[in-house]
């Protein structure tokens, strides 16, 4: 069973910056797609980064410009740099891996963009 561990949220003012890490307790060459999900207070969760093996990708419009999606082979891991954050951007940020035709999520991490 993969695990996914995330790292690096926290408390941040408007307009600063936030990377978030996901560490992966296998090869991450093994994920067809790789991502990170957010869900806001009240709302459902939502698609922040899409990435799939052959390279393409899907970024939320929310988030077009600011926000993005790294991996690093070695390291078995990914990550989301965020800039220039917003308070609509709180949230708790979730990462998602889909390998050998299951989905995995990371335990959650408390971004919060706030003055």
């Known amino acids: 069973q993969v695990q996914l561990v995330e790292s690096g949220g926290g408390l941040v003012q408007p307009g600063g910056s936030l990377r978030l890490s996901c560490a992966a307790s296998?090869?991450?060459?093994?994920?067809?797609?790789m991502g990170w999900y957010r869900q806001a207070p009240g709302k459902q969760r939502e698609l922040v980064v899409r990435l799939r093996k052959t390279g393409s990708s899907i970024y939320a419009d929310p988030v077009k410009g600011r926000f993005t999606l790294s991996r690093d082979n070695w390291k078995n891991a990914w990550y989301l740099q965020m800039l220039s954050l917003k308070p609509e951007d709180t949230a708790v940020y979730y990462c998602w891996g889909y390998s050998r035709d299951r989905g995995y999520w990371g335990q959650g991490n408390q971004v919060t963009v706030s003055s």
């Open positions: 296998e090869s991450i060459f093994s994920f067809e797609t």
